[in-house]
């Protein structure tokens, strides 16, 4: 019996239409987990470098985390990686909601997709009922409204679908994979696009097993019971009445405006009375007690979801009022867009046009609104019509290829990604590590657990890092030791780095939430999951014996995989490099040593490719003899990763304590943020 994961796959090839649900090798969930972790695995074993992202040998593939689908709550991510159209590295997005849980139902860790489909069509799985189905009707069709159909056709309101609307079938870059509340972008829809899948539809009703079923239930439930109560967790962004911090300190239209002060009581209250006016419900994920996801529902309009940071974006990028987020939120959830990189991309095009790089030649019968302009944008990207073609594959190649000095007015792309339209005072270290050298992109993706600011009362600080029990000793000492207004020093800075990798890595392989996880770290300190207690669930799930310090290790190893298909992909150490203006003061030569510094801390050489001792040590010296081969590295460097230990572990009493009984109950009218 397998406990946690299926132990199969399913494997489609849309070219021959052959599937196979085959068994998978134990010894990989040992080594990787899941999720990501064995996704990185499969892709690195059969996408070599040569194959593009829209050659029919591209895999893309939807994972389980090892625990979804278990009682483990606010664990309940679906992975989705392929190689990315938009930087030619992995593509890696995660998304909520309950397909993962169905697909475990259903008996599969993850489905794998291969070849290309000659015509649009869909896969369904009920358990072990498995048919690849004609889409053409589905043609062009929201991606709502195609899970509605589906589940119509089927006949079953309980089937879990993920679907792109007509963005991903036109291979839009900046597309995005919906499903429920939730969706996956950074890649993978245009891929999905081209492979003619236009939507995957799950229904499972089997047992997923775990091996130590009632301690694991009792863990689970009580940690259940505290995510509910606890304010530390969970997407407050999305029920908070104050957005003042996003308004006021991330930048307007394209990267470029800051707007101190824009929020405002008057503006407060505006934004409450429309938020009332259009919600039907708060709603959240599989197992997890929070309701971070809005449905909003405009007069005679579809109802769609609203999350996290597209829940101001739209308006910022426009310079409109909020009522406008409200409004394109339901368009782009239609076409299956990112409300991350879109905005973005339609501002960096605006600016493009007021700056007179595009002109009404390129923009035939431009409105005279603006928001006008924005919708007008938004429908030639989807249909990649006229300059709407290029702008469809985003901001850092559009530039490129508009020419007439564009690439000055694209500066928000690390890694030709757009990134959030952060622009700060002075360069912060650990901050340029983590944008820099992150290979999954976008904010959430990559930072959280250490506090961004000091604490100015010693005593205060020593308090919370007595509850800090997320944290290992070490991340203690140097917060303790942090004084208001100075920096971490650059050790301190790779160690901060390292930490936020290693927890981001491990929620990516359990399917676990960033806002229960990794990403509220920061926040209070206190959260769901981390370093010592997930080996306690993973030990329950699985029958195996693990500590923090294997968790860690197998947290390094999937980062240093990840890696490795990057560096074979072309990636560069001049790449990791946050925008120009990413931060008003830079200093180059610091910047520069830090990331020599932390490449000799993660065991890579000077260019950032790991060494083969590094990746001996990670049992991945078959990657390492692969990199020797393609000319990455020669194989005689002799640089290895820095040991760093996560002892103390906390005792049982002190876990215990940790999921605490929290009082302070969030409420919309509360606020949160
Ligand atoms: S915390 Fe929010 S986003 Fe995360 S699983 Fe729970 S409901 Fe979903």
């Known amino acids: ?12 090839d849309l070219s021959t239409g052959n599937i196979e649900r085959v068994e ?31 050659d029919p040998e591209n895999l893309l593939i939807f994972s389980t985390g090892l625990l979804c689908g278990t009682a483990a709550p606010g664990i309940n991510r679906t992975i989705v990686n392929t190689i990315s159209p938009v930087t030619n590295y992995l593509a890696h ?34 358990n072990d009922h498995v048919e690849i189905r004609d889409a053409s009707h589905l043609k062009g069709k929201g991606a709502q409204l195609t899970a509605e159909m589906i589940r119509n056709e089927l006949g079953d ?6 679907s792109i609307g007509l963005a991903g079938e036109n291979r839009v870059f900046t597309a995005s994979i919906e499903h429920s509340h939730s969706s996956a972008s950074r890649g993978p829809a245009p891929v999905m696009g081209d492979k003619n899948l236009k939507a995957v539809a799950v229904r499972g009703t089997k047992d997923v097993h775990v091996a130590n079923p009632e301690e694991f239930f009792e863990m689970s439930f009580k940690s259940l019971r505290s995510i509910g109560v606890n304010p530390n967790v969970g997407d407050w962004m999305a029920y908070t009445w104050n957005d003042g ?139 990649r019509e006229g300059i709407g073609d290029i702008l469809a594959d985003g901001s850092w190649a559009a530039s490129r290829a508009i020419g007439r000095g564009a690439e000055k007015y694209e500066h928000n792309c690390i890694k030709k990604f757009e990134q959030l339209p952060l622009k700060l005072a002075k360069v912060n270290m650990p901050y340029f590590l983590m944008f820099s050298t992150g290979e999954k992109i976008n904010i959430t993706q990559i930072q959280g657990s250490y506090p961004q600011d000091p604490l100015k009362n010693p005593e205060k600080r ?46 990516d392989a359990f399917g676990t939430c960033a806002f229960v ?23 329950l799930a699985t029958g195996l014996n693990l500590d923090s310090q294997d968790m860690w290790q197998i947290a390094r190893r999937n980062r240093n995989l990840v890696r490795a298909i990057s560096i074979s992909r072309g990636l560069t150490r001049d790449q ?71 002892y103390p572990e906390p005792t049982d009493e002190e876990l215990d304590a940790s999921v605490f009984a929290a009082t302070q109950k969030m409420s919309m009218e509360q606020g949160g943020g």
């Open 1 to 12: 019996m397998r406990y946690a994961e299926t132990g199969f796959n399913l494997e489609i």
């Open 245 to 383: 911090f996003h308004t006021d300190n991330f930048s307007w239209g394209n990267a470029r405006v800051r707007r101190k002060g824009y929020w405002s009581p008057e503006v407060q209250e505006d934004w409450k009375q429309l938020t009332r006016r259009y919600l039907n419900r708060k709603t959240g994920c599989y197992n997890c007690l929070k309701e971070c996801k809005l449905s909003i529902q405009l007069p005679d309009k579809p109802a769609y979801g609203a999350k996290c940071f597209s829940k101001v974006y739209w308006h910022l990028a426009a310079f409109e009022s909020l009522d406008f987020t409200w409004e394109v939120l339901g368009i782009t959830q239609e076409y299956g867009l990112d409300n991350f990189s879109t905005p973005a991309t339609v501002a960096y095009a605006m600016e493009l046009f007021e700056e007179g790089v595009l002109t009404l030649a390129d923009l035939p019968d431009f409105p005279l609104n603006n928001k006008e302009r924005y919708l007008y944008l938004i429908d030639k990207i989807v249909k």
């Open 93 to 126: 997005s995660m998304m909520g909601g309950y397909f993962s849980a169905e697909m475990k139902f259903a008996g599969y860790d993850k489905f794998i997709f291969s070849g290309k489909s000659s015509k649009l069509v869909y896969l369904y799985v009920n």
């Open 462 to 507: 020593k308090k919370y890092c007595d509850g800090w029990i997320a944290a290992p000793q070490r991340f203690k000492e140097f917060y303790m030791a942090w004084e208001p207004r100075t920096e971490p020093d650059l050790k301190t800075a790779c160690h901060i780095c390292d930490w936020n990798e290693a927890i981001h890595y491990l929620d």
């Open 157 to 162: 309101p309980n089937i879990q679908v993920a």
């Open 576 to 646: 990791e490099n946050p925008p120009e203006d990413h931060w008003k003061i830079r200093l180059p030569e610091e910047e520069q040593q830090v990331l020599s510094m932390y490449y000799e801390f993660k065991g890579w050489t000077n260019e950032g490719v790991p060494t083969k001792p590094t990746m001996d040590k990670l049992e991945l010296g078959f990657v390492a003899d692969e990199l020797i081969r393609r000319g990455h590295i020669a194989g005689d460097e002799t640089n290895v990763y820095e040991e760093t230990t996560t």
């Open 517 to 539: 996880s990794s990403f509220r770290g920061q926040f209070g300190g206190k959260v769901a999951y981390h370093i010592y207690n997930y080996p306690k669930y993973f030990n």
């Open 24 to 54: 998978t090798d134990p010894k990989l969930m040992e080594l990787h987990l899941g999720g990501l972790g064995t996704a990185a695995r499969i892709i690195w074993e059969r996408v070599p470098p040569e194959v593009g992202p829209f």
